[in-house]
């Protein structure tokens, strides 16, 4: 399954790219990759837009949600 968010702020990406778990490469995809949920894609756009793939169940989408919320929080413009 994937989900879709928006937290209509725009996030720093290169700054987003420093804390574990994550992998940034703009020249190849234009999003950072958040890695904690394996095996879950959490990919995070510059424009505020999350999109989440691979979930399995709709509960791990509150876990997911609640670590976004705390984490993005630092990185938005």
């Known amino acids: 399954m994937t989900a879709t968010h928006n937290y209509e702020r725009t996030i720093d990406l290169i700054k987003l790219a420093d804390e574990p778990d994550t992998c ?26 999350i999109i989440v793939c691979g979930v399995k169940d709709e509960l791990q989408l509150v876990s997911i949600k609640y670590y976004l919320d705390c984490t993005l929080c630092k990185f938005f413009k």
């Open 24 to 49: 940034y490469n703009a020249e190849l995809f234009p999003a950072v990759q958040i890695k904690t949920f394996k095996p879950i894609h959490i990919n995070v756009f510059a424009s505020g837009k």
